[in-house]
């Protein structure tokens, strides 16, 4: 028998005039900067697609010969030059320091998952890649910001498909030696750890950090020697697990998260958490509080005051829940250091209508700043929520919205750059926010517009017959049944219409609707004069069956005659893949359930690249569509069932297509191309660039939130926490007085008046002990509208006048009324104080 095989890997040496390579490699800016990577391609094309495009990988494996060629060839040297004049230039602009962000200023931004390449697995989907676009966004623009989350063994699944569509996930174990990860030490050169205690053992957590352009990444991880086996698998892998897994790497990412940052002697003056994974920070930061003296309810107060909390889903999925008993495993012996008992904790997590401790309710209690992630899903969220401020309209309540954008330098493909050069001027990712410059687009000549369009459909049929062919061939299909499949997807002539959609198989987003009618279905896509390729791409969780069950569907209707090689189903989604996908179709596909679609980023990718949408009217669909920049499928009513919305919504997208999509497309005059069509597209980048990109987006946060936040702090924090026990203590004073707060009117209500007349309210108002300052009395004033508030109502203050016996005040106002015709009015009183970040922050209105 042959002997025992020893394995050993010989890592190269860089020689000098490369040894800057290793500095771009453990950078994440190469994720954004396309002429970065492209210099570790040249080196050695096959070995860059064998270690899927990881720079650091890549030096662990090219041979020594090929870096020594390199080092003596001037062209290379000369390339490598222009990335490192370009990498300085980016890195040594200085922090933020203006008048938008007062001194001191750092924000910690906490989320499961973060996605920035593919070379660093731990995404999913849309959450993950939004805050990858969220912290480049934020170096981009300097900003003082640093991220936190979990470094995944094994991360998110990846996914192939057999012959029947099933679904089938792989999980790899990643060598964190081959990512762009590098662990934090402390000043001894010992690796940082910190500890969080669990049922009957001490949890080791290990912290690991990543570049981000200017940003670092902190990322943490419990796969040590010194954890047992079961707390060296918490955070193995992403969004796995059970119940118990789930709410372990939940505290690590929010207790652990905040003893890291602490550890490394940061003090973030805002703290942004994303869904409710992360709120165990809120608990962890109040007990660092409490444990230096506060009483629960000012530490409360301290740490809501700069907390941001973003929900991005309005799926129940997308929203965790525990058990009580669960809860009081982790949490009991926590509440002698909170001072409370264990029914006051348990109350942060608790909804009035839920029996489970909920993240949501946790990060909303435990933070003063709310947002959802576009306008239709802020208003959802505040309907969601309406409950915990069960006395508030809901679109009056503290929940406002920041609709998302996309990183442009990511997602925008590089054939761009030559023709914005040209038409825009060298400076336009600088401008990414000028609208005025985003209209030079249509200064680009049609045919050169046409031609990088065609080239990146070239680019994305060329990856996508190779992700087909690899999975055809693994199922073992004949090499003519391939050529059939892949007979419309042809890079080298690609005129066909091709229309992409491509994101997770969730069952709202409704990826089969376009099978609702195959009948008419088969009409648009049967004119061989116009024929028409379907692309769809994503995968269904492990543990979503139903999700799993549209990729059959869509994988059995590709492989029906009428129906093959015009639907094609690509295995294995990933960010090459979706970079591609949205850069190189024609037309993005969306079809959710409305309101179901918190957001959306994929369309704006593709707006951005001169890619038409056509989408259901939900998420920043509705605040993107212009009537001229792609199409609409305007939402059935929600009161219809599933079925007849599908039906409805259905008809709707067929009739578009065939009606509009395909016509416009197919209406190519002499140059080969339809004028319409790339004056549409040319429509779709100018006004969706300017508004949809993440710097709009975080500068908006920083507007909205962060530089509030930190100046609420400031408030909080200064004269040893004296704002954060004042008004802790008059929140205590106004719950306990407020059931006895009540108002009634005095004057008799007038039906009838002229204009120019004086009319006077009256009110007898009794405060139960709480003051004129603890209160406001306001009346509004306006048309008739929906719900408590009339339509487009001024307010105007009621004025105490004096006492009037029973423990009443007399309040009265005297208006002269400036409209005519039907108005209407309202009175209401809600407590009001100085410190309040938002004024019915306490949920608490008593309407006449």
């Known amino acids: 028998m042959p002997g025992t095989a020893f394995q050993l890997e010989i890592t190269p040496h860089l020689p000098e005039r490369l040894k800057r390579l290793n500095e771009l490699a453990n950078n994440l800016w190469y994720s954004w900067d396309r002429p970065t990577r492209t210099l570790f391609a040249r080196l050695h094309p096959t070995l860059w697609q064998e270690v899927g495009h990881s720079p650091k990988s890549f030096l662990k494996r090219i041979s020594q010969h090929r870096l020594d060629e390199a080092a003596e060839d001037p062209v290379f040297l000369g390339s490598l030059n222009k990335v490192l004049s370009a990498y300085d230039t980016y890195h040594d602009v200085p922090a933020r320091n203006d008048d938008k962000l007062p001194e001191g200023t750092l924000v910690a931004y906490f989320c499961a998952e973060f996605g920035f390449h593919e070379s660093l697995p731990i995404y999913s989907g849309g959450l993950g890649i939004l805050a990858g676009d969220h912290c480049k966004a934020a ?19 990846q996914q192939t498909i057999d012959n029947e569509g099933n679904q089938h996930p792989l999980y790899r174990e990643s060598d964190f030696d081959d990512l762009p990860v590098s662990p934090v030490q402390k000043e001894d050169g010992h690796d940082l750890k910190v500890y969080v205690a669990f049922p009957g053992r001490n949890v080791a957590v290990k912290v690991w950090q990543a570049r981000v352009g200017h940003v670092t990444l902190y990322l943490l991880d419990t796969d040590l020697d010194e954890n047992s086996s079961h707390d060296r698998y918490i955070a193995h892998r992403l969004y796995g697990g059970d119940r118990t897994t789930r709410i372990e790497q939940e505290i690590i990412l929010g207790v652990a998260g905040v003893r890291a940052l602490f550890a490394m002697g940061l003090a973030p003056t805002t703290w942004h958490i994303n869904e409710g994974h992360a709120a165990f920070q ?6 660092n509080l409490t444990v230096g003296g506060l009483d629960f309810a000012t530490a409360l107060e301290a740490v809501a005051a700069n907390t941001v909390f973003t929900t991005h889903t309005p799926v129940p999925a997308g929203h965790d829940y525990f058990a009580d008993d669960m809860v009081r495993m982790y949490f009991e012996h926590w509440c002698d250091e909170l001072h409370i008992p264990l029914g006051d904790l348990l109350a942060l997590g608790r909804t009035p209508d839920g029996n489970e401790f909920n993240m949501t309710a946790l990060a909303i209690h435990g933070s003063r700043f709310h947002n959802g992630v576009s306008r239709i899903h802020g208003g959802v969220s505040s309907h969601i929520c309406a409950n ?20 442009a330098a990511t997602f925008l493909s590089e054939g761009w750059n030559e023709a914005f050069d040209n038409t825009l001027g060298h ?31 070239s680019q994305m049929l060329h990856l996508v017959r190779n992700r087909i062919a690899a999975q055809h061939a693994r199922n073992h299909g004949s090499q003519a ?5 892949l007979k419309l997807a042809d890079p080298k002539n690609p005129n066909v219409l091709t229309i992409g959609f491509a994101r997770r198989f969730a069952t709202y987003k409704r990826a089969a609707l376009l099978l609702q009618n195959t009948d008419w279905l088969k009409e648009i896509v049967s004119d061989p004069d116009r ?4 692309i769809f791409a994503g995968k269904a969780h492990p543990a979503d069956k139903p999700g799993q069950d549209l990729i059959r569907w869509l994988s059995s209707a590709a492989r029906t005659p009428e129906f093959e090689g015009k639907i094609l189903l690509v295995e294995g989604y990933d960010l090459r893949m979706a970079r591609r996908l949205v850069s190189g179709v024609d037309v993005w596909l969306n079809n959710p359930i409305y309101p179901l679609e918190a957001s959306g980023t994929s369309g704006m990718k593709a707006a951005m690249n001169g890619v038409l949408n056509l989408s259901v009217l939900d998420g920043w669909w509705d605040e993107g569509y212009d009537g001229g920049n792609g199409w609409a499928i305007k939402p059935a009513s929600e009161t219809l069932d599933p079925g007849r919305r599908d039906q409805e919504e259905s008809r709707t997208l067929y009739e578009v297509l065939q009606d509009q999509v395909i016509p416009l497309f197919y209406d190519r005059g002499p140059m080969g191309y339809s004028p319409g069509w790339v004056a549409m597209a040319k429509r779709s980048i100018a006004s969706i660039m300017p508004a949809f990109n993440s710097h709009r987006m975080v500068t908006e946060y920083v507007d909205k939130f962060y530089r509030p936040a930190s100046s609420q702090w400031s408030r909080f924090y200064s004269d040893q926490y004296a704002g954060a026990r004042d008004l802790a203590s008059w929140k205590a004073k106004v719950r306990h007085a407020w059931a006895g707060v009540t108002l009634a009117r005095l004057d008799p209500p ?42 487009r109502a001024q307010s105007y203050a009621l004025h105490r006048e004096r006492d009037i016996g029973d423990g009443e005040a007399l309040y009265s106002i005297d208006l002269t009324p400036e409209l005519c015709g039907q108005v209407e009015y309202r009175v209401r009183l809600y407590p009001s104080h100085r410190l309040l970040t938002h004024p019915f922050e306490m949920g608490m209105m008593i309407w006449l």
């Open 481 to 485: 049944h391939l050529d059939r499949v």
């Open 139 to 157: 170096s981009d623009l300097s900003l003082p910001f640093v991220g936190m989350g979990l470094l995944y063994r094994q991360g998110y699944f």
């Open 531 to 534: 024929p028409v390729l379907f």
């Open 282 to 287: 809120i608990l962890e930061r109040i007990r």
């Open 427 to 457: 400076g336009w990712p600088q401008r990414l926010m000028d609208h005025g410059c985003w209209n030079g687009v249509h200064s680009i000549p049609d045919h050169q517009f046409w031609s990088i369009r065609q080239s990146l459909k």
């Open 388 to 407: 915990l401020w069960p006395q508030i309209e809901p679109e009056e309540n503290p929940i406002d919205y920041i609709t998302n954008g996309v990183h």
């Open 750 to 791: 007038r039906r009838r008046m002229s204009f120019g007349e004086n009319l006077r309210l009256e009110l007898a108002v009794k405060l139960n002990g709480l003051t004129a300052d603890d209160v406001k009395v306001e009346l509004l004033f306006g048309r008739p509208g929906e719900g408590n508030r009339p339509a």
